[in-house]
Nanobody, 126 residues
Framework: QVHMVDSGGGLVQAGGSLRLSCVAS????????MGWFRQAPGKEREFVAF????????YYADSVKGRFAISRDNAKNTVLLQMNNLKPEDTAVYYC???????????????????WGQGTQVTVSS
């Protein structure tokens, strides 16, 4: 079992920055991909970014490319999401997620993750 705790959300003005953090504990060696998703009120959960943990390869949603960066601290089993040039439409609850390896999984889909953090609120004011 893997336990994930995300943090770092808050209120920021448009154009500002925030850094989210997600710490994984337990059987972390079983995790193949770590991702970030977000869910705004009345909307479905959507993909933000993910990283293949071993290779470090990263993937981003088009809406955040060039503004957000996912990174890791292997020693601390931590994945980070640096968010720059934030926009009001980035307002949402952000969730980190961890997924086991499966050749056929599309890790941009939330249904393909096995473990989730509790979520952290990000609010961007205009």
């Amino acid at each position: 079992q893997v336990h994930m705790v995300d943090s770092g959300g808050g209120l920021v003005q448009a154009g500002g920055s925030l850094r989210l953090s997600c710490v994984a504990s337990g059987r972390t060696s079983s995790i193949y991909a770590m991702g970030w998703f977000r869910q705004a009120p009345g909307k479905e959960r959507e993909f933000v970014a993910f990283m293949r943990w071993t290779s470090g390869t990263t993937y981003y949603a088009d809406s955040v490319k060039g503004r957000f960066a996912i990174s890791r601290d292997n020693a601390k089993n931590t994945v980070l999401l640096q968010m720059n040039n934030l926009k009001p439409e980035d307002t949402a609850v952000y969730y980190c997620a961890g997924g086991h390896y499966n050749y056929y999984r599309d890790y941009s889909k939330s249904s393909n993750y096995d473990y989730w953090g509790q979520g952290t609120q990000v609010t961007v004011s205009s």
